[in-house]
């Protein structure tokens, strides 16, 4: 299964069974911004409700609440998203005022963060694979204060790291999330293609790292078990079509914006031959307009 399906993520990630991989596979990311190091988590619930009743609804993929009350939502998406930093945004907003409830003041408020897994390239002018965002003071560029500090989104773009790692510029044994990347990005289900040489550096890896070994036990065995495998295949074929139909879109409203182009030009030239003291014979032949077309063409000139 490629873990890069949102219903493959959420089977081994998001499941009480393999919540210690779900702790490690967190502590890797956030390790970049200095968090601490999270020791237990549970699960909450993925529905987030409008306030009113004809209030958007969201369901996030995987949402935790650590130790220290601090709420995380990981988000898996495999195809290009609109507006993908808005969308960021509106969850962890929705996620992050699910806290205050009747009674609660604003100092109950706990950090709440979003990571976003991305199979495709977001932000084209970074380099790096992981970028994190929080809030700053525009002119010193100074961090808000930690008591303050309660948004922090991150973004890990898959391309971008397999690309990295393929290019040989990162190091598995020196750095966890390396490993846990490399994960994800072995089976690549709309392409159709294992790596290879990802599972061999997996196995090779396991050796040292055992909850590494767990996750590729626990995977292995979701891709073996009858009815994982077909709620996975229709989740995927699902997205396809969806990907798909986006595609198709694009294309029909380009080849409509082609001909509609083709056909203004072919009226500037018409009303140039009009101009010109051409006869309606002269331009049917040479634009292939009808003779009604041409007519109204006349009628638009006197008329300009």
Not at 48 to 56: A, I, S, T, V
Not at 160 to 189: C, E, P, S, Y
Not at 230 to 242: G, H, P, T, V
Not at 260 to 275: D, H, Y
Request: aromatic content about 10%; charged content about 25%.
């Amino acid at each position: 299964m490629d873990l890069k399906v949102d219903f493959a993520f959420e089977q081994l990630f998001g499941s009480e069974r393999n919540k210690h991989i779900t702790i490690v596979f967190l502590n890797a990311i956030l390790q970049r911004t200095g968090r601490a190091t999270i020791t237990e988590a549970m699960f909450l619930n993925q529905e987030l409700g409008g306030e009113y009743q004809d209030d958007k609804q969201s369901r996030l993929d995987i949402v935790v609440k650590t130790q220290a009350g601090e709420l995380i939502n990981i988000e898996m998406q495999l195809s290009t998203q609109q507006d993908m930093f808005k969308r960021s945004m509106f969850y962890w907003s929705r996620l992050f005022t699910t806290q205050l409830q009747k009674g609660l003041g604003y100092h109950t408020l706990r950090p709440t963060i979003t990571i976003n897994i991305c199979h495709f390239t977001l932000f084209e002018e970074i380099v790096h694979y992981h970028s994190t965002y929080h809030l700053y003071e525009d002119a010193l560029l100074q961090r808000l204060r930690s008591k303050d500090d309660v948004l922090e989104i991150h973004f890990i773009e898959m391309n971008k790291f397999l690309h990295a790692w393929f290019n040989q510029t990162l190091n598995a044994l020196d750095d966890i999330l390396v490993r846990w990347l490399l994960l994800l990005g072995m089976v690549d289900a709309r392409k159709q293609k294992t790596y290879d040489d990802i599972y061999l550096e997996l196995e090779a890896l396991t050796m040292k790292d055992e909850n590494l070994q767990q996750a590729l036990s626990a995977w292995e065995e979701l891709s073996q078990t009858p009815e994982t495998i077909i709620a996975y295949q229709s989740r995927l074929k699902y997205m396809i079509d969806e990907v798909a139909k986006l595609e198709d879109a694009k294309y029909h409203a380009q080849q409509e914006g082609i001909e509609k182009g083709i056909e203004k030009g072919i009226k500037a030239v018409a009303k140039n031959m009009i101009a010109s003291g051409y006869d309606n014979e002269q331009i049917m032949q040479l634009t292939s307009l009808t003779v009604e077309e041409v007519l109204q063409l006349r009628t638009e000139i006197e008329v300009e």
